[in-house]
């Protein structure tokens, strides 16, 4: 019997020490996994943000476990006796995290199982992870990143480690997308309508129209160009040397890379579909959308997503349409442009010039067509409290917005051609409440801040050192404009919840967006070599999102060896000091500033280049 117990006594503790060490195993996997990142688990349950800054505990800040300080969710600069936590680190994101959207994470909607229409493309549309589910971590680049080729030559080839994808060069290979060629991926400017070059396709569309000299400018009056479906954007990266900047939009979809290339090459380029809200850019922006076999269906719903090029068409902008419908000959195709034309021309939309496979619709310039139609005629006219200027979020409607009083007068948009609009007051300055002087004030100021900054880069920055800029509070875009000697470009982001200036922005020949920084940007990452971010910090106190997620955010877009201008409060630039190491960041200037700032100061910020597997080449 005595035996017989001890046996049993000796099985007990045998399970209990198995279950003790199963435990302490899996406290250890669970711990690993959070303050490590998952690596090479392949686990997504990384989140990252203030709130799994504290459950990550007061070891990963540095501090005492026993801190009651550890909390640095909070969204205010001046804690009291948070001077002592400092972070050690963060952790890296898995390698096939290495090209994280996280709004537009498709892993996310099956991981959410988000009920969405397919056939309304809301699956390719913003949807933001909540603050549990985000990832707390620093986005890897690619194994053997190489520092990005410089303008002007990006446009033409890129180091293929750094976007390592080249299925669009078998797909497209008839259409002279791109080629692969040993380490380099070409550009030789094709396209699905133009395989034989870009630059004779533009030069096609504007003796189409008839401009002086072929030049799709139209001596300076055709600056703004919104691009839709724009693959690997060869016709932005064209338009650049005619003085055209284009908005060159594409979804993250099946050719999931578009943007990703157009980024690294150097051209504008924004991830957006047309689906169901209204893409981020205010009314009359555009003077040309183009869309060369960007494969919509735009007979759907009543001519909706037609509607949204309307309402971002400037008074008699173009609609450049090149696509089977406008030139073949069988049962479906011919269908499709009868229903398409009876569309548009209840629209009030005519054809400007019709050739080869090419058709450029022409936008009114008043309200007449639209008040002689017959009543009843769809699409209506939109409801006189729609603002078409509103965006962050907003449905689209199926509706035509018709001309204020004061721009149907006008029969045009007043503004002056390129480069002269850069610098003379828009007319809807008036609109917003704004002088010309306070434009003109504003013009100056931006001038001398900018010209304070280059001072402070010293020789880090050069004439090519820099490409793809964003201005993270752009407000009338007078940053970017004191950069026009520079061989750069500036998307001018115009927060949601301020003063709805983006108009202004469009209207001097810029380009931009309409964002909320509590969430991600809708970007991939290492695509921009300079943020500039003007009292950005700042405003975040006044909402309920964390200064931590956008240091991680500006990150995660930010190119190795890219810097970062932050000009705000002393509060806010002591706040970003301490997280420099974490990030792998470099101070490399600070100063007061030397405008009418009160105590504003400015720090800037160099992101050093890091790998933690392979390694970092810098060779050209």
């Given at each position: 019997?005595?035996?017989?117990?001890?046996?049993?006594?000796?099985?007990?503790?045998?399970?209990?020490?198995?279950?003790?060490?199963?435990?302490?195993?899996?406290?250890?996997?669970?711990?690993?996994?959070?303050?490590?990142?998952?690596r090479?688990?392949?686990?997504?349950?990384?989140?990252?943000?203030?709130?799994?800054?504290?459950?990550?505990?007061?070891?990963?800040?540095?501090?005492?476990?026993?801190?009651?300080?550890?909390?640095?969710?909070?969204?205010?600069?001046?804690?009291?006796?948070?001077d002592?936590?400092?972070?050690?680190?963060?952790?890296?994101?898995?390698?096939?995290?290495?090209?994280?959207?996280?709004?537009?994470?498709?892993?996310?909607?099956?991981?959410?199982?988000?009920?969405?229409?397919l056939?309304?493309?809301?699956?390719?549309?913003?949807?933001c992870?909540?603050?549990?589910?985000?990832?707390?971590?620093?986005?890897?680049?690619?194994?053997?990143?190489?520092?990005?080729?410089?303008?002007?030559?990006?446009?033409?080839?890129?180091?293929?480690?750094?976007?390592?994808?080249?299925?669009?060069?078998?797909?497209?290979?008839?259409?002279?997308?791109?080629?692969?060629?040993?380490?380099?991926?070409?550009?030789?400017?094709?396209?699905?309508?133009?395989?034989?070059?870009?630059?004779?396709?533009?030069?096609?569309?504007?003796?189409?129209?008839?401009?002086?000299?072929?030049?799709?400018?139209?001596?300076?009056?055709?600056?703004?160009?919104?691009?839709?479906?724009?693959?690997?954007?060869?016709?932005?990266?064209?338009?650049?040397?005619?003085?055209?900047?284009?908005?060159?939009?594409?979804?993250?979809?099946?050719?999931?890379?578009?943007?990703?290339?157009a980024?690294?090459?150097?051209?504008?380029?924004?991830?957006?579909?047309?689906?169901?809200?209204?893409?981020?850019?205010?009314?009359?922006?555009?003077?040309?959308?183009?869309?060369?076999?960007?494969?919509?269906?735009?007979?759907?719903?009543?001519?909706?997503?037609?509607?949204?090029?309307?309402r971002?068409?400037?008074?008699?902008?173009?609609?450049?349409?090149?696509?089977?419908?406008?030139?073949?000959q069988d049962?479906?195709?011919?269908?499709?442009?009868r229903?398409?034309?009876?569309?548009?021309?209840r629209?009030?939309?005519?054809?400007?010039?019709?050739?080869?496979?090419?058709?450029?619709?022409?936008?009114p310039?008043?309200?007449?067509?639209?008040?002689?139609?017959?009543?009843?005629?769809?699409?209506?006219?939109?409801?006189s409290?729609?603002?078409?200027?509103?965006?962050?979020?907003?449905?689209?409607?199926?509706?035509?917005?018709?001309?204020?009083?004061?721009?149907?007068?006008?029969?045009?948009?007043?503004?002056?051609?390129?480069?002269?609009?850069?610098?003379?007051?828009?007319?809807?300055?008036?609109?917003?409440?704004?002088?010309?002087?306070?434009?003109?004030?504003?013009?100056?100021?931006?001038?001398?801040?900018?010209?304070?900054?280059?001072?402070?880069?010293?020789?880090?920055?050069?004439?090519?050192?820099?490409?793809?800029?964003?201005?993270?509070?752009?407000?009338?875009?007078?940053f970017?404009?004191?950069?026009?000697?520079?061989?750069?470009w500036?998307?001018?982001?115009?927060?949601?919840?301020?003063?709805?200036?983006?108009?202004?922005?469009?209207?001097r020949?810029?380009?931009?967006?309409?964002?909320?920084?509590?969430?991600?940007?809708?970007?991939?990452?290492?695509?921009?070599?300079?943020?500039?971010?003007?009292?950005?910090?700042?405003?975040?106190?006044?909402?309920?999102?964390?200064?931590?997620?956008?240091?991680i955010?500006?990150?995660?877009?930010?190119?190795?060896?890219?810097?970062?201008?932050?000009?705000?409060k002393?509060?806010?630039?002591?706040?970003?000091?301490?997280?420099?190491?974490?990030?792998?960041?470099?101070?490399?200037?600070?100063?007061?500033?030397?405008?009418?700032?009160g105590?504003?100061?400015?720090?800037?910020?160099?992101?050093?280049?890091?790998?933690?597997?392979?390694?970092?080449?810098?060779?050209?």
């Amino acid at each position: 019997m005595s035996r017989g117990r001890s046996e049993e006594s000796q099985k007990k503790r045998l399970v209990a020490s198995v279950c003790a060490v199963a435990f302490f195993l899996g406290f250890l996997y669970v711990y690993s996994g959070s303050i490590f990142g998952s690596r090479n688990s392949g686990s997504s349950a990384l989140d990252y943000g203030s709130r799994s800054l504290k459950r990550l505990g007061a070891s990963y800040l540095g501090a005492d476990d026993t801190d009651s300080k550890q909390d640095v969710s909070s969204s205010s600069f001046a804690q009291d006796g948070d001077d002592d936590i400092i972070p050690k680190s963060f952790p890296v994101c898995d390698d096939r995290h290495s090209e994280l959207i996280p709004c537009l994470d498709r892993n996310f909607i099956y991981q959410m199982r988000l009920k969405l229409d397919l056939s309304l493309m809301e699956h390719y549309e913003r949807h933001c992870p909540p603050q549990e589910r985000r990832f707390n971590c620093l986005i890897p680049p690619p194994r053997g990143y190489k520092v990005p080729i410089k303008w002007p030559q990006s446009r033409d080839e890129v180091w293929k480690v750094n976007i390592p994808h080249t299925h669009l060069a078998h797909e497209k290979s008839d259409q002279n997308w791109m080629i692969v060629k040993g380490q380099k991926i070409v550009f030789p400017g094709g396209g699905t309508h133009f395989h034989h070059g870009a630059d004779k396709y533009i030069a096609h569309m504007a003796n189409m129209l008839n401009f002086s000299n072929d030049n799709l400018n139209n001596d300076g009056n055709l600056r703004t160009i919104l691009d839709v479906g724009c693959g690997v954007a060869s016709f932005g990266g064209y338009l650049l040397g005619s003085n055209i900047i284009a908005m060159s939009l594409a979804p993250n979809d099946v050719h999931q890379n578009q943007i990703q290339f157009a980024l690294e090459r150097g051209i504008p380029a924004y991830l957006a579909v047309l689906g169901t809200k209204r893409l981020p850019y205010p009314s009359r922006s555009f003077e040309l959308a183009h869309c060369s076999r960007c494969r919509i269906d735009w007979l759907q719903r009543d001519g909706i997503l037609l509607l949204e090029l309307d309402r971002l068409l400037r008074p008699g902008g173009y609609f450049a349409y090149s696509s089977p419908e406008a030139y073949a000959q069988d049962e479906e195709d011919l269908r499709i442009w009868r229903e398409m034309s009876a569309l548009v021309g209840r629209m009030c939309w005519k054809i400007a010039a019709k050739k080869d496979q090419t058709v450029i619709w022409q936008k009114p310039l008043t309200n007449d067509c639209y008040m002689e139609r017959e009543p009843d005629t769809h699409p209506p006219l939109c409801q006189s409290d729609d603002d078409p200027n509103a965006v962050w979020g907003v449905n689209m409607e199926a509706c035509i917005t018709p001309y204020s009083e004061h721009d149907n007068r006008a029969k045009g948009s007043e503004l002056a051609p390129w480069p002269e609009r850069l610098t003379s007051p828009p007319p809807r300055l008036a609109d917003l409440g704004y002088s010309s002087d306070m434009f003109e004030k504003d013009m100056e100021t931006w001038q001398r801040r900018v010209d304070h900054y280059w001072s402070l880069f010293g020789p880090k920055v050069t004439s090519n050192t820099i490409r793809n800029v964003m201005d993270m509070k752009a407000s009338m875009g007078s940053f970017a404009a004191a950069l026009r000697s520079k061989d750069v470009w500036v998307m001018n982001v115009v927060p949601h919840d301020g003063p709805s200036t983006l108009r202004i922005v469009y209207d001097r020949g810029l380009i931009g967006s309409t964002h909320d920084w509590c969430e991600a940007f809708s970007t991939y990452p290492r695509t921009y070599d300079l943020l500039h971010a003007w009292t950005v910090f700042s405003d975040l106190e006044k909402r309920d999102c964390s200064p931590e997620d956008l240091l991680i955010e500006m990150d995660r877009m930010l190119r190795p060896t890219g810097f970062i201008i932050i000009h705000d409060k002393q509060l806010v630039i002591d706040f970003v000091k301490k997280y420099l190491t974490a990030l792998h960041w470099e101070a490399i200037a600070t100063s007061e500033s030397n405008s009418d700032d009160g105590n504003e100061v400015i720090l800037v910020i160099q992101k050093k280049l890091w790998l933690t597997t392979g390694s970092v080449d810098t060779d050209q």
